[in-house]
Nanobody, 116 residues
Framework: QVQLVESGGGLVQAGGSLRLSCAAS????????MGWYRQAPGKEREFVAA????????DYADSVKGRFTIFRDNAKNTVYLRMNSLKPEDKAIYYC?????????WGQGTQVTVSS
């Protein structure tokens, strides 16, 4: 069982930055692929970014490439999403996800609002 708790969301002006954090419970965090997803009002949840435990490769949605950075600190059981040059269309609830041998787990989400 893995529990995920996101934090760091808030209100920011367009062009601003935020850093989201996702703290995970469990001793096997380092063997989980970690990802960020988001869901805007009236839209389906969509992939944002992922970091893979075996290769440390990262992957991004085209809409955030060059602006967002995902990274992890296995010693702190935490994955981060650094978001720069935020746009109004980035407004959404951002969710953390962990994928591993025990299954897939989601956090409760953190709200990001970008004002124009």
């Amino acid at each position: 069982q893995v529990q995920l708790v996101e934090s760091g969301g808030g209100l920011v002006q367009a062009g601003g930055s935020l850093r989201l954090s996702c703290a995970a419970s469990g001793r096997t965090f380092s063997s989980y692929d970690m990802g960020w997803y988001r869901q805007a009002p009236g839209k389906e949840r969509e992939f944002v970014a992922a970091i893979y435990w075996r290769s440390s490769n990262v992957d991004y949605a085209d809409s955030v490439k060059g602006r967002f950075t995902i990274f992890r600190d296995n010693a702190k059981n935490t994955v981060y999403l650094r978001m720069n040059s935020l746009k109004p269309e980035d407004k959404a609830i951002y969710y953390c996800r962990a994928d591993g041998s025990g299954g897939a787990y989601w956090g409760q989400g953190t709200q990001v609002t970008v004002s124009s």
